[in-house]
T-cell receptor, first 115, second 113 residues
């Protein structure tokens, strides 16, 4: 069974630009979550989608947005990039984390560098 | 609300020695607890999880953790460290009915030959 696939693996963008990151969950998983990982703040929850609906959102500005498609693939978008947005962005998929303990499986991440 | 505290951002052990990584949590609802491992430039891999029932949980690669409700702890142990265990370890908590994981700051484990 293929794991969680994130593309691209590495990205370099300039301040003020926007970026779109993609995540393909494990087949059959309908929940996709996004996390930002930085040395200073650690792992922080961005948002979670299930069946194309955002169910939960972390404490991030509106420049961070996401969506989920009918095939459960998800994208996140960051507009007007700032230097502080440089981070490893991790996507996780699970069956349905709100019901019982559906463990999250993580992709390898997208390393975003803003210059 | 949930939070996780991992004591020690860096831990060094000799090869063959006991590994003990500490994790304390707070949760307003019954928690589900996890340990993840991250190798450089990689995502997170699940080592083990506690749901309900047996408080001693065995995971992959010889790791285990014990859930102690009275101490709100979920420490990770391995009897004998191997060089391949060098990585960063994250403890995480999820409340029942919650959709998100709350992570600790991580503990970087070094194994000295």
């Amino acid at each position: 069974k293929a794991g969680v696939t994130q593309t691209p693996r590495y990205l370099i963008k300039t301040r003020g630009q926007q970026v779109t990151l993609s995540c393909s969950p494990i087949s059959g998983h309908r929940s996709v979550s996004w996390y930002q990982q930085t040395p200073g703040q650690g792992l922080q929850f961005l948002f979670e989608y299930f069946s194309e609906t955002q169910r939960n959102k972390g404490n991030f500005p509106g420049r961070f947005s996401g969506r989920q498609f009918s095939n459960s693939r998800s994208e996140m978008n960051v507009s007007t990039l700032e230097l502080g947005d440089s981070a490893l962005y991790l996507c996780a998929s699970s069956l349905n984390p709100g019901q019982g303990v559906a463990e999250a499986f993580f992709g390898q991440g997208t390393r975003l560098t803003v210059v | 609300a949930q939070s996780v505290t991992q004591l020690g951002s860096h831990v060094s052990v000799s090869e063959g020695a006991l590994v003990l990584l500490r994790c304390n949590y707070s949760s307003s609802v019954p928690p589900y607890l996890f340990w993840y491992v991250q190798y450089p430039n990689q995502g997170l891999q699940l080592l083990l999880k506690y749901t309900t029932g047996a408080t001693l949980v065995k995971g992959i690669n010889g790791f285990e953790a014990e859930f102690k409700k009275s101490e709100t702890s979920f420490h990770l142990t391995k009897p004998s460290a191997h060089m391949s265990d060098a990585a960063e370890y994250f403890c995480a908590v999820k409340g029942a009915g919650s959709y998100q994981l709350t992570f600790g700051k991580g503990t970087k484990l070094s194994v000295i030959p």
